[in-house]
């Protein structure tokens, strides 16, 4: 069952049922993804920002080493706080090379969207499958 957070309430998806018009899920214009080089195949913080920003968040070989226990191939991690992403991005950095990324919420799949698994944060998500480059912009180099 897919849950929809509605501004900070969380509702169930009814089952069996329809979903009229009125039942628009309300989304944060921009969620937050932070990223560093080392959890990627480059060289540099710059060549994961180009190869993301060329493939997209969740495009094969743009990250390969996953930071947190818990987190799944083909996943994306965002959330809606500022903060938080450049807490994530900051946690594993060795070089101080990282990076917050804004997604433009308006340019995902509703339907590959999810309330994160891994955490009792109520501003995290899931994405599962690839955020295009359209949608994604460079918050902030840190």
């Known amino acids: 069952m897919k849950i929809y957070r509605i501004a900070q309430e969380v509702i169930e ?8 018009p009125e039942a628009v899920e ?15 195949m480059s060289n540099s913080l710059k060549e994961h920002l180009n190869k993301i920003m060329t493939l997209g ?6 990250i390969v080493d996953k ?4 987190s799944t191939d083909g996943v994306t991690y965002l959330t809606g706080n500022l903060d938080r992403a450049i807490y994530y991005a900051n946690v594993r950095s060795l070089s101080g090379g990282t990076a917050v990324l804004e997604v433009n919420t308006q340019y995902l799949d509703k339907n ?13 998500y899931e994405y599962h499958g690839i955020i295009p480059p359209s949608a994604i912009r460079i918050k902030e180099e840190i």
């Open 13 to 20: 998806e009814p089952q069996n049922e329809e979903v009229g």
């Open 26 to 40: 309300v989304m944060p214009p921009v969620l937050y993804h932070g990223t560093d080089a080392e959890s990627s």
């Open 57 to 62: 968040l969740g495009a094969p070989n743009v």
């Open 67 to 70: 930071t947190f226990d818990g």
């Open 112 to 124: 590959q969207l999810f309330v994160d698994q891994n955490t009792t944060d109520p501003f995290s």
